[in-house]
């Protein structure tokens, strides 16, 4: 746009560009990957966990009277769930701002300014909000699918990103 230099009261006008470097952003391929990755690590220690746990049985026995598993019960699944995830992935991030899963395929989290978020950033601004809203009975479920589809904005930021204050960069 053109300033028009004979009116004072004009706001001026100038282009401005965006800080995020676009080469420096993690690929949705790559985000998608790591997720499974961590995926398939939580699975294959939840599984037995809640099989030796009685939670299968309790779910048989609830489903063969017609009912749900408690409340409770799915509450301290989340919780155990959480506290599961903290010991995995504990070292990595507290070390790099990464899972494991985000190592094996090379990204990293980082603050906005490209500095690494610290532990408590991590776990009670990115993850811990993102667990306790998916848990919530049937809107949980569209909750998680909203968090995850924000990466197709330009900024490739998913809602636990934005909650955070954190994005997914190319480790280096």
Not at 49 to 58: A, E, I, P, V, W
Not at 64 to 73: D, F, I, N, T
Request: charged share 15%; proline share 4%; net charge neutral.
């Amino acid at each position: 746009m053109q300033q028009d230099n004979n009116n004072p009261y004009q706001s001026p006008q100038t282009v401005v560009e965006d800080v995020v470097d676009g080469d420096d952003l993690a690929g949705r391929g790559e985000r998608l990957g790591a997720a499974i990755i961590d995926g398939l690590i939580m699975i294959a220690v939840m599984l037995p966990l809640m099989y030796f746990g009685g939670y299968f049985s309790q779910a048989m026995e609830a489903a063969a009277r017609g009912e749900q598993v408690s409340m409770v019960s799915q509450l301290m699944w989340v919780v155990i769930g959480f506290v599961v995830f903290v010991a995995i992935q504990f070292v990595p991030l507290n070390a790099s701002a990464q899972t494991w899963g985000k190592r094996l395929v090379g990204v990293r989290i980082a603050n906005l300014d490209g500095s690494q978020p610290g532990i408590g950033q991590l776990l009670g601004k990115r993850y811990l909000p993102v667990q306790v809203v998916t848990s919530i009975p049937y809107l949980g479920g569209l909750i998680g699918l909203v968090n995850v589809l924000l990466i197709f904005r330009g900024d490739r930021r998913c809602g636990h990103d934005l909650i955070a204050g954190t994005r997914v960069i190319k480790a280096r």
